[in-house]
Each structure stands twice: as C-alpha cells, then as structure tokens.
C-alpha cells in the first residue's frame, strides 16, 4: 500500500494578542491508500488545526512554523497558495460536520455535483452528468435526476451529507478529510453514512483522514488510531491494539469515560480535571495536571514517545520505564 498523506513533526501556531501559542506540537503520522486513520480526542486537541493545516484552510491567525506535510509525495508546505489551491477538491476532498458550510444555497445540486467534474477531471457537460448521478445512486439516493434539480434547503441533513460524500468522492481523491462528518446525524443515518463512506474509500482506495470525538464510530470505521491531547500525540496503533490495550493514562481515561453497555458492573469514570487552554504553560508531559501517575519527572521533561511493539507508539514516561524494565 502506498502512503498518501506524511505528516512530520508539525508544529502550527495561534497568534492571540502579541503572543504566539503552539496549537500543535510536532505531530507525526502517515495515511495508507485505502486505509481510514481516525484521530481522536477532545475539543480543542487540534484535530480540525491538524485538517485546516493539510488543506491550507487555517485562519488568518494560524501558520505552519516548521515539520512536513506530504501528498503523494509532493511536498505542500512549501508550495505557493495558488498551487494547494489547486489541490483541494481534486487530490484532497473534505467533508464536514455541516453540508450546508460546503454546499452553495443557490445552486442546483446538480450543477454543484458536475462543476468539480468538470473541473478537475476535465469532463464534458452530458459525462459530468451522467457520473453525477451514477454517484448519487452509489450514496443509496433514489430518484437521483430528480435530486439533481433541487436546492440544498429541499433536502434534510442526511441527504445533504450523502450528497456532499457524492460530491467529493466523485473526484477520487487520493486523500479524503472527513471532520466529525457524523456527528450532526441521528443514529441510523450515522451508521449508513459509515457504511457509505467505507465502500467508497474501497472503490476509489482513498486514504481517509477521519475526525471524531466518538469512540463508537472509531469502532466502526477506524484501521487506525491516533490520539491527540493538546497538540501533541499521545498514542497511535491500529484499531484492535487501541481498543484492548491502550496504554497511555489519557486513552485508558477516554475508554472508561465511555459508558459500556455489555458490562453491568460498568462504571462510567470521567477524566479528572479541565482540558487545559493553548494559551495556558503546561511543563513537562501536557497530561501532567489530570494524570494520576503523574511524578516530578512528568512535570519537567516532555515524554518522547517510543514505539512499544511495530505500530504501537506512545508517549508517557510510565510507559516507557515500564517497558524498560
Ligand atoms: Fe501521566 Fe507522566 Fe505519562 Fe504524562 S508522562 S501521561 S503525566 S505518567
């Protein structure tokens, strides 16, 4: 399998006031063909940075200061704007948590659907419509040139979303960015949008960065898992290992955190503490002020983080001094 996506330690600032704060803090990982790479924890972690980073998408505020981020190969840090822009929707779709932020209110979805074809594979007007329904029929919409002929607001949230996966993944992107695209959904359309999303990553052998908070749909769709904690990665394996073994106090914490229906001795245990602000100085491990492991070393040394069996990185010095013994 190829790598689509190389991220290597990226480190993007927040300008507030006078001050430049560290939102992520020298991130690193890689996305497969055909793999989905969840990346997982609380609001404010610097998941949707990490998305805003890759698709050159952040504010005005925002920068990359240093690392690599890598798309096929081509290096995108150090191109101009004009040429990232002319990545996005061809070789890197997005889709987001609301449609409607993607989707123009005064187009058809047909003329929507076949502008990017047009675009960026070069079709003509009956091939650009033709593909455009095939692919709202693959999403599971029925009366597909009828749908073709509405406006956003006839349509209700679910469809709206089947049709923005429609849109992007009609493309074939090589790399699919996907933030908390489920979370605006009841249940059963949140379980057929993952379905949807999982049979197309496989068709077109996309790579799928995918953002949640929810460790139910981890479950369901993750190959991979990276877990963020203030900017910094605190543990990554593939989804068995996450899930049966987790090994940094954070991930154990988020675990226990969720309530477990098929244990009725279940008892939910919040993480202690606040998640701390960017602006607030934290030495040591970030961790640190909710850990309860937490030693004078953590306070004052950043953990590295190692890899503790092929695929299963961490970072923690408990970890790491267990594994060394
Ligand atoms: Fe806890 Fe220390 Fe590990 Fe951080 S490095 S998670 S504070 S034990």
């Keep these: ?99 409607m932020t993607a989707l123009n209110p005064l187009l058809t979805i047909g003329r929507q659907l076949t502008e990017g074809l047009r675009l960026h594979l070069g079709m003509s007007k009956e091939e650009a419509h033709k593909t455009a329904v095939a692919y709202l029929e693959k999403v599971g919409i029925a009366n597909a040139e009828e749908r073709m002929k509405q406006y956003p607001f006839q349509l209700s949230g679910g469809l709206r979303q089947r049709i923005m996966i429609a849109m992007v993944m009609a493309v074939q992107p090589s790399l699919l960015i996907a933030d908390e695209p489920t979370t605006a959904l009841d249940v059963t359309i949140q379980k057929q949008v993952l379905v949807l999303l999982n049979k197309l990553k496989k068709d077109v052998s996309t790579g799928v960065l995918f953002i ?33 073994k987790p090994l940094h106090p954070y991930t154990i914490g988020l675990m226990n955190a969720v309530p477990n229906v098929d244990k009725d001795d279940f008892e939910i245990q919040p993480i202690p503490g606040t998640f701390p602000n960017i602006t607030e100085e934290i030495g040591g491990c970030r961790f640190h002020p909710r850990c309860p492991y937490a030693t004078d070393r953590c306070r004052a040394e950043v953990p590295a983080g190692m890899e503790v069996e092929p695929g299963h990185f961490v970072a923690c010095h408990k970890v790491e001094e267990e594994m060394r013994k």
């Design 212 to 244: 949640t908070h929810d460790l139910g749909v981890v479950a369901e769709i993750a190959d991979r898992v990276i877990i963020l904690y203030s900017g910094c990665k605190v543990e990554e394996g593939d989804i068995n290992t996450i899930f049966s």
């Design 1 to 99: 399998m190829g790598k689509v996506l190389e991220v290597k330690d990226l480190v993007t600032t927040f300008r507030i006031g006078k001050k430049e704060y560290e939102v992520l803090r020298g991130i690193s990982f890689d996305i497969n063909e055909n793999e989905t790479l969840c990346m997982v924890g609380e609001s404010g972690c610097g998941k949707s940075v990490t998305t805003l980073s890759i698709m050159d998408l952040l504010p005005n505020n925002g920068r990359v200061v240093s690392g690599s981020i890598k798309l096929n190969g081509q290096e995108l840090t150090t191109m101009t704007a004009k040429e990232r822009n002319g990545l996005r929707g061809k070789q890197m779709g997005m889709i987001f948590q609301e449609p």
